[in-house]
C-alpha cells in the first residue's frame, strides 16, 4: 500500500512539474527559443542566438464570460513541425514561398487553446476558441516586455480615426508619449537586434494599436465596436454610439495572429513574408483573370496634362489621352479617380464631360482597361454596383477614405473582397489600414494605401527620402503598400514646391526610378504626366519595363531608415533598386546571385554628377558584367540607382 501511495505520489509530482515548468519551443534553426510559463497568466519568454530578448510577456483573451489565459488549467500539449512550400497568386517577392516552423499548440480548460509558431526570422501566437455560442471579447491583453531598454520607430496617433497616412518617429519606448499609440507595423531596436511586431489573418475583429508602458513595455489597446452612426459629409460616417466591448464573434474560430520578425540583419525585415505565411490561403477558384499590373493616375497632378490641342481635365479628351499613353507603353490600366462621377455619392452616374462607356470601348481597343475611384460609403450604399461593373468592362475599383479599422469596418473590407472577386473585379484600397492577409485569401485585393506616399506631396512635401527608407522595413514588409511612384519633377528638400498643377517629388530621378522595384504593389501606379514621360524615353522606357510581381528577391545590402538594395529576378532579367535618405552613400554589392559562366549586360540608371544640387540628373550606362562582380553604387543624399540585368545571347 505505501509502495503504491509512493508511485502516485510521484506521479502527481511529475505531472505538476510537466505542466509547472516552461515550454520550450525552438526555430529549426535553434536560434530563436519561446518559453512558455502557465501559472497565474499564459506568458512567454524569448531569446535569440542565446541573448534573452523577450522576458515577462503575455497574453489573454477577456471575454464577457472568461478571461482566457488567467488561471488557465492545461490539458494538453503537441509540439510538431511543419515544412510546406505554396505559390503566391500575385507573388510581390518569390514565386514559392517556404512556410518552415515548429509549432507547439496548448489546449486549456474552458475550450480554448493558444497555438505558437517559432520561426527561423520570427515568432507568432494565436488564440482559438471552441465554444458553442457566439464570443463578445471585451479587450484582448497582447502584453509584450523586452529583456533590454529599446528604441522604436512608429506611427503616432491620437486616436483610432486614422487615414494610416502617418510620419515614422523614432524615439526610445520610454520617452513615447504615453497618452497616445501607434499603429502597426512597429520597430524595435535593442541595439543588437531588430523587432517588427504587426497581426496576420485579421477577420471579424479590430485593428491592434499599442501603447508604450515604460521603457521596455507594450500594451495592446482596440477601437471599440461601433453601434450607431450619424452623417458626416460625402465620405464617411461619425459614430454616435460605441460598445464597451472590441468585438462580438463566433464562438468556433481562430483569432488573428500576432507576430515579431526578429533579426540581427536589417535585410531580414524587408525580405520577410511572415503576413503570407501566417494567413489564410486563397480562397477563390478562378484566379487567372486577377492581373496585377501599372496603372496611369491622373488626380496627382489633377489631369493638367499640356502639349496637347484640347482642353485638359476630367473629361473625354483627357481620359483617351491617357489610354493612348498607357497603350503606348504597354499599361494595362488608367485609373479614373475622383472627378469622374458627377457625385461621390452616387457610383452609377458619370460625370457629364466624360462617356464612360466609349471610353471602355476605346480602351478595349488599345488593350488598356480602367479602375474607377469610389468612397467607402458609395460602395456600401450601393453594394450592388459589382454586378454593374462586371457588365461596364471595368477592371478594378479604388476605394477610399475608410479611415477606422474597427470590427464593422475590417469586415467591410472582407465583404468588399469577396463580392468584388465574384465579379472580376480588382481592389485597391485607399485611406486604409495595413495589410494583414486579407490579399492572401483574396488575391484580387492587390494594394493598400495607408503611408505617407507621394499624394502628401501635392501640397505638403512630406514624402521625403528619409521617411521613404523606413518603408521597405516597415509599411511595405506587411504588404502591398500604393505609394504611388513615378514623379517626373525632382528636387531636393530645399528646392521643392507644392504645387497641384507641376507636382515635384523630394529625392532624385534615380531615387524615383527605384521605387518600382523597391516598393512592393499589386497595381504600381505612375503618378505623373504623360507629357513628362513622353518627353524623357530612358526613363519611361525603363519604369514601364519593370514587372510588378517576381519570382526572386534578394535584399543585398539594407540599414533601417538609411539605404536599401534590392534584386528582384523576373524569368532571367534582375533588376537592381538602391534608395537612400538624405545622406550621400557609396556602397559595393556583387553580383553572386548571377549564372557563373554566363555573358550578361548590365543597363543602369545612377544619380548624374550634378545631381546633389540638381535633383533630375541622371547618368545611363549600360556595359557587360558577370557572376560575382562589384556594382558600385554611389547615392548622392536622396540618391538612388538603378539597374536590370540581361543574358547576352
Known amino acids: 500500500m505505501k509502495k503504491h501511495l509512493s508511485i502516485v505520489i510521484l506521479l502527481l509530482l511529475f505531472t505538476v512539474k510537466l505542466f509547472s515548468a516552461p515550454i520550450e519551443l525552438l526555430s529549426p534553426d535553434k536560434r530563436i527559443k519561446v518559453s512558455v510559463n502557465i501559472k497565474d497568466k499564459i506568458g512567454y519568454a524569448v531569446s535569440f542566438n542565446g541573448d534573452p530578448f523577450l522576458a515577462n510577456s503575455y497574453l489573454q483573451l477577456n471575454l464577457d464570460q472568461a478571461k482566457l489565459g488567467a488561471d488557465a488549467k492545461l490539458l494538453k500539449k503537441t509540439l510538431s513541425s511543419v515544412n510546406t512550400s505554396s505559390n503566391p497568386i500575385v507573388p510581390l517577392k518569390n514565386s514559392t514561398v517556404i512556410n518552415q516552423y515548429n509549432l507547439l499548440r496548448l489546449d486549456f480548460k474552458g475550450d480554448f487553446s493558444v497555438e505558437f509558431r517559432s520561426y527561423n526570422d520570427g515568432i507568432a501566437y494565436r488564440f482559438i476558441t471552441n465554444k458553442k ?42 520617452k513615447v508619449n504615453k497618452d497616445k499609440m501607434s499603429v502597426l507595423p512597429i520597430l524595435f531596436n ?35 465596436v461601433p453601434l450607431a452612426f450619424g452623417e458626416d459629409g460625402d465620405r464617411s460616417k461619425k459614430i454616435l454610439k460605441e460598445a464597451d466591448y472590441i468585438a462580438k464573434t463566433a ?32 480562397q477563390l477558384q478562378d484566379t487567372k483573370w486577377i492581373k496585377p499590373g501599372q496603372v496611369t493616375w491622373e488626380w496627382w497632378h489633377n489631369a493638367y496634362v499640356y502639349g496637347v490641342d484640347f482642353k485638359s481635365g476630367y473629361n473625354q479628351d483627357t481620359y483617351k489621352y491617357y489610354i493612348d499613353f498607357a497603350s503606348k507603353f504597354g499599361i494595362p ?82 465583404r468588399v473582397a469577396k463580392e468584388a472577386a465574384k465579379h472580376h473585379i480588382l481592389v485597391d484600397f485607399h485611406g486604409a489600414f495595413k495589410p494583414a492577409g486579407l490579399e492572401v485569401a483574396y488575391p484580387n485585393v492587390l494594394s493598400y494605401e495607408g503611408v505617407v506616399g507621394m499624394e502628401q506631396n ?49 529625392g532624385t530621378r534615380a531615387h524615383q526610378l527605384a521605387m518600382y522595384i523597391v516598393f512592393e504593389s ?32 534578394k535584399i543585398l545590402d539594407a540599414s533601417v531608415g538609411e539605404y536599401i538594395v534590392t534584386a528582384k529576378r523576373k524569368g532571367e532579367k534582375w533588376f537592381i533598386g538602391a534608395m537612400g535618405n538624405d ?67
Open 133 to 174: 455560442d457566439s464570443i463578445i471579447v471585451n479587450s484582448e491583453d497582447v502584453h509584450i516586455n523586452f529583456n533590454d531598454q529599446v528604441k522604436t520607430a512608429y506611427l503616432e496617433t491620437g486616436g483610432f480615426k486614422t487615414a494610416y497616412e502617418i510620419l515614422y518617429r523614432q524615439n526610445e519606448l520610454g
Open 190 to 224: 535593442t541595439g543588437k537586434y531588430k523587432a517588427l511586431l504587426s497581426e496576420a489573418d485579421l477577420y471579424d475583429y479590430p485593428c491592434l494599436f499599442v501603447k508604450a508602458v515604460d521603457d521596455r513595455t507594450i500594451d495592446a489597446v482596440f477601437p471599440k
Open 251 to 282: 464562438g468556433k474560430r481562430s483569432f488573428p495572429w500576432r507576430f515579431l520578425v526578429i533579426t540581427d540583419k536589417d535585410t531580414q525585415l524587408a525580405a520577410n513574408q511572415m503576413v503570407y505565411k501566417l494567413s489564410t490561403p486563397n
Open 333 to 414: 490600366y488608367i485609373i479614373m479617380d475622383e472627378g469622374w462621377a458627377k457625385t461621390t455619392l452616387n457610383p452609377f452616374e458619370p460625370n457629364p464631360t466624360i462617356n464612360l462607356q466609349e471610353l471602355i470601348a476605346y480602351g478595349k481597343q488599345k488593350n488598356v482597361k480602367i479602375v474607377l475611384w469610389f468612397t467607402w460609403l458609395a460602395i456600401e450604399n450601393n453594394f450592388n454596383i459589382f454586378e454593374t461593373l462586371e457588365k461596364w468592362g471595368i477592371a478594378g475599383v479604388k476605394i477610399d477614405f475608410m479611415d477606422r479599422s474597427d470590427q464593422w469596418m475590417v469586415n467591410y473590407y472582407t
Open 458 to 506: 501635392i501640397g505638403g512635401g512630406l514624402a521625403t527620402p528619409n521617411n521613404n527608407l523606413f518603408l521597405p522595413f516597415l509599411r511595405n514588409a506587411v504588404g502591398p503598400m500604393d505609394y504611388t511612384p513615378g514623379a517626373m519633377r525632382s528636387a531636393h528638400k530645399q528646392n521643392y514646391k507644392p504645387s497641384w498643377v507641376n507636382t515635384m517629388s523630394i
Open 522 to 553: 499589386g497595381l504600381q501606379m505612375l503618378a505623373d504626366n504623360p507629357f513628362n514621360y513622353l518627353r524623357e524615353p530612358e526613363t519611361t522606357s525603363f519604369i514601364t519595363s519593370v514587372p510588378v510581381t517576381w519570382d526572386e528577391t
Open 583 to 649: 545622406q550621400k552613400h557609396d556602397l559595393k554589392v556583387e553580383a553572386s546571385f548571377l549564372k557563373p559562366n554566363t555573358n550578361y549586360q548590365i543597363t543602369l540608371i545612377k544619380d548624374g554628377i550634378n545631381a546633389d544640387f540638381q535633383a533630375m540628373d541622371f547618368k545611363r550606362i549600360v556595359k557587360p558584367i558577370k557572376a560575382g562582380e562589384t556594382i558600385d553604387i554611389n547615392m548622392v543624399k536622396d540618391g538612388g540607382f538603378v539597374a536590370v540585368i540581361e543574358v547576352v545571347k
